[in-house]
């Protein structure tokens, strides 16, 4: 499995309806990140295929679009073989300040955690880039604010895991030294 930029989460009561070459029904989301969603499918989709994604979910008072292009498939048969569903990694394009917003809110309200707040860049303030696409740089810098705080995330937890395991060892030290006695 290739690494992943984002944390995902189990997109629990939201639907997609697929716009693609040919329009899809509504279909079921696997999972969804900041940077993409896995899509349950069985109709084939070729890798870079453009897509637009309208995610719905009760509650939220308009559809979410985001556009985007297929990045991984799992035919049926690779389903068969590695007992997972079929379907389509989607990639998200550079998102609008308020959908990249709206989809932060929504990711929170399926329990991802720890998603640093979207804020608009202005772009003067940025120095020479490679790009001078300003709405790319500043989706470039929101991922790496994404990174940097998934991987602030997982030093908390390690950190966690030390302090669990220092205290394990200072009881069974004092065990074994009770034990001697």
């Given at each position: 499995?290739?690494?992943?930029?984002?944390?995902?989460?189990?997109?629990?009561?939201?639907?997609a309806h697929?716009?693609?070459?040919?329009?899809?029904?509504?279909?079921?989301?696997?999972?969804?990140?900041?940077?993409?969603?896995?899509?349950?499918?069985?109709?084939?989709?070729?890798?870079?295929?453009?897509?637009?994604?309208?995610?719905?979910?009760?509650?939220?008072?308009?559809?979410?679009q985001v556009?985007?292009?297929?990045?991984?498939?799992?035919?049926?048969?690779?389903?068969?073989?590695q007992d997972?569903?079929?379907?389509?990694?989607?990639?998200?394009?550079?998102?609008?300040?308020?959908?990249?917003?709206?989809?932060?809110?929504?990711?929170?309200?399926?329990?991802?955690?720890?998603?640093?707040?979207?804020?608009?860049?202005?772009?003067?303030?940025?120095?020479?880039?490679?790009?001078?696409?300003?709405?790319?740089?500043?989706?470039?810098?929101?991922?790496?604010?994404?990174?940097?705080?998934?991987?602030?995330?997982?030093?908390?937890?390690?950190?966690?895991?030390?302090?669990?395991?220092?205290?394990?060892?200072?009881?069974?030290?004092?065990?074994?030294?009770?034990?001697?006695?």
């Amino acid at each position: 499995m290739k690494h992943r930029r984002h944390r995902r989460v189990e997109a629990r009561g939201v639907n997609a309806h697929v716009d693609a070459d040919e329009e899809l029904d509504d279909c079921q989301i696997e999972n969804i990140s900041v940077g993409g969603l896995f899509l349950r499918t069985s109709t084939p989709m070729p890798l870079g295929m453009p897509v637009r994604v309208d995610l719905v979910k009760p509650g939220l008072k308009t559809s979410l679009q985001v556009t985007g292009k297929v990045v991984s498939v799992v035919t049926d048969a690779e389903s068969e073989r590695q007992d997972i569903p079929p379907g389509v990694g989607i990639e998200f394009d550079a998102l609008s300040l308020d959908t990249e917003k709206r989809l932060h809110a929504l990711l929170r309200d399926l329990g991802l955690t720890d998603l640093a707040e979207p804020t608009e860049i202005d772009p003067d303030s940025l120095y020479a880039t490679a790009s001078p696409d300003t709405q790319q740089v500043a989706a470039n810098v929101r991922g790496l604010l994404d990174m940097l705080t998934d991987a602030l995330h997982k030093v908390k937890e390690r950190d966690e895991e030390i302090v669990k395991l220092k205290a394990e060892v200072r009881r069974l030290t004092t065990e074994l030294r009770d034990a001697r006695k």
